[in-house]
């Protein structure tokens, strides 16, 4: 069964800061990587997927990267602001179509 | 916003009850999936549906049952409702293929007392 960590936990930064997240996993027979922001009380909203064979996925401040076989993936957010303010989750997608979510990272951006 | 309703929004149960909870949706994805939401628990997958009438069970499938009629509606029900399954129940769908993106519904909370 695939594992997923995410370090940290939760992380407060002041505006503007660029910041980076982890996310590990154990299995690294992955077909594709999804990152997501969920706002309390909120479902789940799609920021990133870099499938197996890409390196590297962008979209605005955002930036995600996976190296399958070392089984990491971080998520880099440029010059933060107050609306980052949410929990970021990683699921890798694995044979048998499941995919398997950390536990997030609370991030916090204090204007 | 992908098209993904789930209802009800917020529901209030007793123990030993039925429930039935209804994801929605508009995209005429193929696959859908249940997910509940603990804390410290993080997302686990219940059950997933690959096409009508086809499913499939995930990580904590005991004590509930799915249904797929229709492409676009898949049920979740809770055939006697136990405290331990109270959480917020998540519905996803993705198109499934190499790409495989999942979007999720809004969520319903669910309090079984």
């Known amino acids: 069964k695939q594992e997923v960590t995410q370090i940290p936990a939760a992380l407060s930064v002041p505006e503007g800061e660029n910041l980076v997240l982890n996310c590990s996993f154990t299995d690294s027979a992955i077909y594709n990587l999804q990152w997501f922001r969920q706002d309390p009380g909120k479902g789940l909203t799609s920021l990133l997927l870099i499938q197996s064979s890409q390196r590297e996925q962008t979209s605005g401040r955002l930036n995600a990267s996976l190296d399958k076989s070392s089984g990491r993936s971080t998520l880099y957010i440029a010059a933060s602001q107050p609306g980052d303010s949410a929990t970021y989750l990683c699921?890798?997608?694995?044979?048998?179509?499941?995919?398997?979510f950390g536990t997030g990272t609370s991030l916090t951006v204090i204007p | 916003d992908a098209g993904i309703t789930q209802s009800p929004r917020h529901k209030v149960t007793e123990t030993g009850t039925p429930v039935t909870l209804r994801c929605h949706q508009t995209e005429n994805h193929r696959y859908m999936y249940w997910y509940r939401q603990d804390p410290g628990h993080g997302l686990r997958l219940i059950h997933y549906s690959y096409g009508v009438k086809d499913t499939d069970k995930g990580e904590v499938s005991d004590g509930y049952s799915v249904s797929r009629s229709k492409t676009e509606d898949f049920l979740l029900t809770l055939e006697s409702a136990t405290s331990s399954q109270t959480s917020v129940y998540f519905c996803?769908?993705?198109?499934?293929?190499?790409?495989?993106?999942?979007?999720f519904g809004p969520g319903t909370r669910l309090t079984v007392l």
């Open positions: 996803a769908i993705s198109a499934g293929g190499s790409y495989n993106e999942q979007f």
């Open positions: 699921a890798p997608w694995n044979t048998g179509n499941q995919f398997y």
